[in-house]
């Protein structure tokens, strides 16, 4: 629940950069619903976890727990220890871990190609740097790119999330119906989108396999 309500408030920043046409910055932000996303299928996958997702990295922050230590002293942050008793957890959970986790199978082909696009745009990358030049070979920060895949993939990931939540117990069957029929919409005029954006023509590897997992939603 808290990577949901962290997910509406990452919508609303989205809609606030398309408002003022900053496309290429809400890729970035669509990146963080996706994570979000797949925090969740992983909580509700592998609910055993829970201890080496949340509790050991809050006892390394509050002195309960402490990374390993090899025996020259080199500390290996991808291990945990718990300092009362020894258990050891693990230090970090990819995400392709998570998307692994998942109970649809398009997941792990979604963070292959949609992960590593949106990626482009979160940190500096060569291809990212293009957008930052404008027709006169000057850079300029005023150029608008990516307001329509930005929507797109923003509302399309925030389906997604919303589908998961129907697999929390706490959530009334009133809310599970409404989330459904959302969703459902969503889906199907998501799919015609992705039809008409292509035309007849064959559907890229990324959006063959987004159009396939949106089709799980119907």
């Known amino acids: 629940m808290l ?3 962290k997910s509406i408030k990452t919508l609303r920043s989205i809609q606030v950069l398309l408002d003022e046409n ?16 797949l925090h969740i299928v992983f909580s509700l996958a592998r609910p055993e976890m829970m201890s080496h997702l949340i509790d050991a990295p809050i006892g390394i922050k509050i002195g309960t727990h402490d990374f390993f230590r090899h025996s020259n ?4 942050s991808r ?3 718990r300092k009362k008793d020894g258990e050891e957890f693990i230090g970090h959970i990819s995400y392709y871990k998570m998307a692994e986790s998942s109970s ?5 082909e979604l963070f292959d190609y949609i992960y590593s696009f949106l990626s482009e745009h979160t940190h500096p990358t060569f291809s990212g740097f293009e957008l ?11 150029s608008n790119e990516f307001q329509a895949e930005a929507a797109f993939f923003s509302i399309c990931l925030v389906a997604m999330i919303l589908n998961e939540i129907r697999n929390i117990p706490s959530i009334s069957d009133g809310a599970k119906m409404d989330i459904q029929t959302v969703v459902r919409r969503v889906a199907i005029k998501a799919g ?3 039809e008409a954006a292509f035309d007849s023509q064959k559907l890229s590897a990324p959006f063959a396999i987004l159009r396939n997992r949106l089709i799980t939603l119907i």
């Open 3 to 5: 990577c949901a309500t």
């Open 22 to 37: 900053i496309g290429e910055d809400a890729l970035a932000l669509c990146r963080h619903l996706f994570e979000n996303y």
């Open 73 to 76: 002293g080199r500390i290996d």
């Open 79 to 81: 291990r945990i220890v």
């Open 104 to 108: 649809h199978s398009e997941d792990v």
């Open 132 to 142: 930052l030049v404008n027709e006169e070979g000057k850079l300029g920060a005023l």
């Open 192 to 194: 015609k989108v992705i």
